[in-house]
């Protein structure tokens, strides 16, 4: 149901605690909702002489109507393209975007 901008006032909620993710695990959408899984990676107890290993946890389960997806995909272009302006992301016609790695200063 699309309601017009005029009709919806944004209500602020201080006690909401913030998410962090640094990953996605699973993304599925079945036809009426999109349902998305966002993970965090922590490294284990390092063993000599060996690889670093990383778990990942789900650290929140989003579920979007069409029309939230909709919005989303639309915001995250504008935040790619303002990326893109800042020199943190390549993106070129026909390919996934990818990060820029920084040098560090």
């Known amino acids: 149901m699309k309601i017009p901008p005029e009709q919806v006032q944004d209500v602020d ?4 605690t913030e998410t962090f993710a640094d990953s996605m695990a699973l993304s599925t959408f079945d036809g009426a909702a999109a349902r998305l899984t966002f993970c965090v990676m922590r490294m284990q107890e390092p063993q000599q002489g060996k690889q670093a ?9 989003m579920v979007l109507t069409p029309d939230a997806v909709v919005d989303l995909f639309n915001r995250l272009n504008q935040m790619m393209g303002a990326l893109q302006k800042l020199g943190l992301v390549k993106i070129e016609p026909g390919k ?7 040098k560090p200063q």
């Open 53 to 61: 290993q990383f778990k990942r946890y789900p650290v929140c389960r």
């Open 13 to 16: 909620r201080p006690d909401l």
């Open 96 to 102: 996934p975007p990818q990060a820029v790695e920084q």
